[in-house]
Nanobody
Framework: QVQLVESGGGLVQAGGSLKLSCAAS????????MGWYRQAPGKQRELVAV???????NYADSAKGRFTISTDNAKKTVYLQLNNLKPEDTAVYYC????????????WGQGTQVTVSS
């Protein structure tokens, strides 16, 4: 059984930084897409950043220049460095991993809360 375990969320003041981690365990082969989504209260889940094999990365406009996604494929781990955090970044952050480059996500993390105070 595959599990994604997230860590690194917390409470931080505006302008601060956090680093989220998500490690996969279980029988997973050829992870070709890893990403982070977030969901704020009353809002839909949205994509924050995604990595695809070949080291292609994409970011939501709100994340560009502040957040950085990275991976350690050998450890089946994806990271999200959050810098210059703003109150509007407050949300539950979910990691997602897939064997395919496009299409539905295969595996989801349980979510980690990020709260940014003003």
């Amino acid at each position: 059984q595959v599990q994604l375990v997230e860590s690194g969320g917390g409470l931080v003041q505006a302008g601060g930084s956090l680093k989220l981690s998500c490690a996969a365990s279980g029988s997973i082969f050829s992870l070709n897409r890893m990403g982070w989504y977030r969901q704020a209260p009353g809002k839909q889940r949205e994509l924050v950043a995604v990595w695809r094999s070949g080291d292609a990365t994409n970011y939501a406009d709100s994340a560009k220049g502040r957040f950085t996604i990275s991976t350690d494929n050998a450890k089946k781990t994806v990271y999200l460095q959050l810098n210059n955090l703003k109150p509007e970044d407050t949300a539950v952050y979910y990691c997602a991993m897939s064997r395919r480059l496009i299409g539905p996500t295969d595996y989801w993390g349980q979510g980690t809360q990020v709260t940014v105070s003003s």
